[in-house]
């Protein structure tokens, strides 16, 4: 089967799974997966499930991708905050929809090479940051959208929540363990914050603090 022709039945398999959103769909047609999923796993960079990268981490199947992207209601002039870089992979999408995506990324391999795949495909409107992505990015605050690509505990972090504009949505997998995890939308309004459980996942834990090089603990 061509690229084009696993291309065209994974956009089938995203509409059928409730990804409606015209522009989602062609974002994700536009950004070539296969350029951020590593060399053993490119027979499966068009099919909907998840696949290993470098340190232990994923990137997320495309309907997860969708999905969450789906939810921010994203417009084209709007700022969003992504926490968890990894491969680049969700910042590229975002990127075919908003202004700018700022991303935070721990682990600075990880970082090292989305940026390289950002550049070579001219992904000119991604900002990025090596650190604690709990901490938000507070010098470009506020946000108009924030997405977390890994699980908080059962409460959003209070640094991001707080870098949410008024009128904001934040997307993010909350949930006390592994198998409890659901998708979180929160609305920022004039009053406070409202909080819509979506759907159940399984994403790796959101950490704080980026990990010490070798040889410095």
Not at 184 to 200: A, F, M, N, Y
């Amino acid at each position: 089967m061509t690229v084009e022709a696993r291309k065209i039945r994974l956009l089938m398999a995203l509409r059928r799974n409730g990804v409606t959103d015209t522009r989602v769909l062609a974002a994700i047609e536009r950004i070539p997966r296969e350029r951020f999923v590593p060399d053993p796993f490119q027979d499966q960079a068009w099919e909907d499930t998840a696949l290993p990268i470098d340190l232990g981490q994923t990137i997320s199947q495309p309907l997860i991708v969708a999905l969450m992207t789906q939810a921010l209601e994203l417009g084209e002039r709007q700022t969003v905050l992504e926490i968890g870089t990894g491969s680049g992979y969700q910042a590229a999408v975002l990127s075919r929809l908003c202004r700018r995506v700022y991303t935070v990324e721990r682990l600075r391999p990880l970082l090292t090479e989305a940026e390289a795949r950002f550049q070579a495909l001219r992904l000119n409107n991604i900002t990025t940051r090596h650190g604690d992505g709990t901490k938000g990015w507070p010098e470009q605050a506020p946000f108009e959208r924030i997405l977390v690509t890994a699980a908080g505990g059962p409460d959003a972090p209070k640094d991001l929540t707080d870098q949410l504009a008024v009128g904001g949505v934040m997307v993010i997998p909350l949930g006390d363990d592994y198998r409890g995890q659901r998708v979180v939308r929160i609305r920022r309004t004039e009053t406070g914050l409202t909080r819509e459980d979506l759907w159940p996942v399984r994403f790796v834990p959101l950490l704080s603090d980026p990990p010490s090089p070798p040889g410095t603990e």
